[in-house]
């Protein structure tokens, strides 16, 4: 049998352990943990792999989630559209603002954020009062929509932006599984909306030895918000106008994050040379409607964060794979909206149809750039075993 993990960090950490270790050694030797050398240099190159104007670097991927509410000031009595169909954290941190997260339903193909789903709402649900954007059935103020680049795959931003526009509202990039995802033309999620989203918690494709985050913005104004808010909204120090929070990136996952970042690009054109061999090895297995294989955008950049297909039973496929010594993973065996901490929107079943079928029918397979040719050819004739 052999053994393949849903993702290998030691194989990864073999590669760069020379250059990684003494990053460490230097910042250690230096003694100054918190925002200096390493953060504001990791800042800079992130902002321009993004092709962004600003980097802020952060705690985690949920606290730049937390902090860019936070800067744009959204809280009681708002409301932020977004997917019912991800990582807790993006509905998660609206709540924990006092604001009201907005479902509305996903794409099939991509399972981002249907812009058609979200201007239905606003069509059906709203209306424009004072210049603003009110949700009829609960009085709140639309601020914002949050959509998500999951998987490693961009929203469909355009519409979304043009509705953005057309009412007003700021829009927050969940760039948390996309960093070097591209929309078309090049253009980089994290770039387009108000602020970008990113999170660098290990098994991303740009991970760093513990928690860590990044927001990006082109906005050098909300940039300066940011900064303030993460340390407290001191500025200087101990004077405070604003109230924020303790959001800091420290230099040694700043310092492993600048060496791990000269060899993104190579672990992403892996990860994608992985998926096209999925890809054609199960259709030339003719597995039908048994498995459907991540789709594409064309023109854009999908990163596979996760690659991440729709089994048909699922759940024996699974065990079956977990059997035969393979690693996976559901991303998400709950939509948000069903989740029990949400039961006070009022949302039921059958509310978003294409979210909750992804949700019994997603399964992510092991995708990660040092997978072995041997590997992949072990996962792919397990898979058409089980359907055969």
């Excluded at 918190?34 to 600003?54: M, N």
């Excluded at 009829?136 to 601020?143: P, S």
Aim: proline fraction near 4%.
């Amino acid at each position: 049998m052999i053994k393949v993990p849903l993702l290998d960090l030691k194989a990864q950490f073999a590669q760069i352990r020379a250059e990684v270790m003494p990053a460490i050694d230097q910042v250690c030797a230096g003694q100054n943990f918190i925002l200096g050398e390493q953060v504001r240099a990791l800042e800079s190159e992130i902002a321009a792999y993004c092709g962004v104007a600003q980097g802020i670097g952060v705690s985690s991927g949920t606290d730049a989630l937390l902090l860019a509410l936070m800067a744009l000031g959204i809280g009681a009595n708002d409301e932020v559209i977004t997917s019912p169909f991800t990582f807790f954290a993006t509905a998660g941190s609206v709540a924990r603002m006092g604001a009201r997260p907005i479902f509305c339903d996903i794409d099939a193909d991509t399972f981002n954020v249907s812009p058609s789903a979200v201007q239905a709402f606003v069509d059906r649900q709203c209306r424009v009062q004072d210049g603003k954007l009110i949700n009829r059935h609960t009085g709140g103020r639309i601020r914002a929509l949050m959509p998500v680049h999951l998987y490693g795959q961009s929203a469909d931003m355009d519409p979304l932006m043009a509705l953005a526009r057309h009412h007003n509202l700021r829009i927050i990039e969940d760039a948390a599984q996309a960093i070097g995802t591209e929309y078309r033309d090049g253009m980089r999620v994290g770039s387009i909306g108000d602020i970008g989203c990113f999170s660098f918690f290990p098994s991303k494709n740009l991970g760093a030895f513990g928690d860590a985050g990044l927001c990006t913005t082109n906005d050098a104004d909300l940039a300066e918000t940011l900064r303030v808010m993460r340390v407290h909204g001191g500025k200087p120090k101990y004077f405070h106008a604003l109230i924020g929070g303790n959001f800091r990136i420290d230099e040694l996952q700043a310092a492993v994050l600048r060496v791990k970042l000269r060899y993104l690009d190579g672990w992403t054109q892996g990860r994608r040379r992985n998926a096209a061999h999925y890809d054609a090895a199960f259709a030339a297995a003719n597995l039908g409607a048994n498995l459907v294989t991540p789709y594409s955008v064309p023109g854009g950049r999908h990163i596979f964060n996760q690659y991440v297909v729709r089994a048909r039973d699922r759940d024996g496929l699974r065990a079956h794979l977990a059997e035969q010594g393979i690693g996976t993973e559901i991303y998400y065996p709950v939509p948000l909206h069903l989740q029990k901490c949400f039961e006070y929107l009022g949302y039921k079943t059958g509310d978003f149809p294409e979210a909750e079928r992804a949700a019994g029918e997603t399964l992510a397979l092991p995708v990660y750039p040092e997978l072995e040719p041997s590997q992949l050819a072990y996962v792919v004739s397990s898979v058409v075993s089980f359907y055969a």
